[in-house]
């Protein structure tokens, strides 16, 4: 990992594809078993003194016990926050947990250790931004791709935001505590992968048809990362320690993609912004919260679907495609045809990406969420208006044929 990284700043550095490249400050990524060992020996050739770890119950009982004995055994002095649950005894990313984080920090704080997974990193994250205390990344489960990035997705006044905080400065990702995570957060880690198949094809279309900007560098990094899950997939599924490595690496690089490129848009498109109007209903309705890795790789394989059904048929069919009003779009699609049905072609049947989700008994359709067909229907022809990306499904939305996205 420590090789790729150095790479990959090399790379970001040479990369002349006109956008700006955030210099990646990640100054360690090791991967390994029993890697919390060389936390301690971090912060001390660092200099901190005064570290608080940011947890939950579970996740503190599975890696921020071993550090804290670790801690002490190096007579260093620090505090622990340990996130309360919510009504529905879920952790959240709201204004209750980051209150509670930042009132537990002591003032001479000088380093957070996030122990967890997703969210115990958006707290921690949030708290790293607004004290301008550095943090470091302990993940106890490969459940979602955003250690490495700066953006935190935070709940305010019941609406969920991502806003764009601070990467860590360090991760010790513990293979011996990921292989004991809960089944159920590997098979989401492994969902946020899926969705790279439909983001990086919207991606890819929002640049040709609307001059979004784009990295062949980035892109390119995070379809490696997928490819590494889809040849291993096996190795995932029996969660084995090989598994786990790969699932993990892979999280970490599309990270360090969207880090790179400042924004999300190589590991978010259509099917996040499906993830996302589904949450915000939950949300609304007070209903307990679904792992994001969970949700995504249902629409992934719902959106997939669409594509291959509604999506490329309309663009492949040139009477069809020339009935569109916005004759600026058709001239684009036109002109870039052979690329845009290359990418889209490049994901998997829907049926597939269902398979690959029940291997790692995973939830595959909507319904086993707890998502209902009413709330998929409105998804579908709305879930586009939350972001201004144009999207293969917006696309479709403009063609006017949310009526028959369901059929
Ligand atoms: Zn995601
Ligand atoms: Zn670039």
Known sequence: MEKYIANLVTLAEQCDCGNHHNPITIEKISVGKEVLLELVSFLKSKGYKKPILIADVHTFEAAGVSISKDLTQSNISF?????????????????????????????????????????????????????????????????????TSMG?????????????????????????????????????????????????????????????????????????????????????????????????????????????????????????????????????????????????????????????EKFLPFILDSSRLHSFEDKAIVAKISENLTEINHVYQQIPESGQLRRLLEKLSGETIPAQLGIDDELVKASLSEAHNLRKRYTGLKFLNEINVQSTLLK
Not at 116 to 139: E, L, M, N, W, Y
Not at 253 to 269: N, Y
């Open 79 to 147: 505090s622990v926050s340990l996130i309360k649950p919510d009504e529905n005894n879920d952790v959240v990313a709201d204004e209750k947990s980051l209150v509670q984080a930042l009132l537990e920090m002591p003032q001479d704080t000088d380093v957070i250790i996030a122990v967890g997974a997703g969210t115990i990193h958006d707290i921690a994250r949030f708290c790293s931004a607004k004290t301008a205390v550095p943090f470091i990344s302990v993940p106890t489960a490969p459940s979602v791709d955003g250690f």
């Open 152 to 308: 935190a997705p935070l709940i305010v006044r019941g609406v969920k935001i991502t806003y764009q905080m601070t990467a860590p400065i360090a991760l010790f990702v513990d293979i011996g505590i990921l292989k004991d995570a809960p089944k159920k957060m590997i098979a989401a880690g492994f969902g946020d992968m899926l969705a790279k198949f439909t983001s990086l094809a919207d991606w890819k279309f929002d640049h040709l048809v609307k001059e979004e900007p784009y990295c062949p560098l980035v892109a390119e990094i995070t379809r490696e990362a997928l490819d590494a899950c889809m040849e291993q997939v096996d190795s995932i599924a029996d969660g084995d320690e090989r598994g786990v490595r790969i699932l993990i690496e892979a999280l970490i690089k599309s990270g360090l993609a969207m880090l790179i490129f400042g924004q999300s848009h190589p590991a978010s498109g259509g099917e996040h912004h499906l993830s996302h109007y589904w949450e915000m209903e939950f949300l609304r309705q007070k209903r307990p919260a679904i792992l994001h890795g969970a949700k995504v790789g249902v629409s992934t394989s719902l959106l997939a679907g669409i594509y291959k």
